[in-house]
């Protein structure tokens, strides 16, 4: 298992929204500009509910980054799944999708952690390549 670390920036960009019952749902598209370890882009899809208790909320959203990570060209894609329970993150889980990576990713397998502190996004990723890669 290899490790990836840095920091990111994301711009999120609100969709058509559709109201489903007492839920808000919300659709977002973000662009991400991956630093360090992983350098690169990503464009993604993002599925959120809202509900009426302040601070509960979940999404899910697919990713697609492409760039360098460990010195290997090409691109993967990320599947992310969270929620929150009034203001407390409840789980997150974002996974390396099966089979997505292209170029020298080809192969790739993982899962990636989001921090944010003071408003900073940082990424932990664990991750592994075939040795052919």
């Known amino acids: 298992m290899s490790h990836a670390s840095g920091a990111f920036e994301i711009r999120m960009n609100p969709q058509p929204d ?9 659709r977002m598209s973000s662009d991400k500009h991956f630093h360090g370890d992983l350098e690169g882009t990503s464009k993604g899809q993002m599925l959120g509910v809202y509900t009426n208790v302040k601070g509960s909320a979940s999404y899910v959203a697919i990713e697609q980054i492409t760039g360098r990570l460990a010195g290997h060209s090409g691109a993967f894609t990320l599947q992310h799944s969270a929620a929150m329970a009034h203001g407390v993150q409840q789980y997150s889980l974002i996974t390396v999708v099966p089979d997505s990576g292209s170029g020298q990713l080809l192969g790739i397998e993982g899962k990636m952690t989001i921090n944010i502190v003071d408003g900073k996004h940082f990424y932990e990723f664990e991750y592994t390549l ?3 890669n």
């Open 18 to 26: 559709d109201k489903v019952g007492d839920l808000t749902v919300t």
């Open 130 to 132: 075939p040795q052919s």
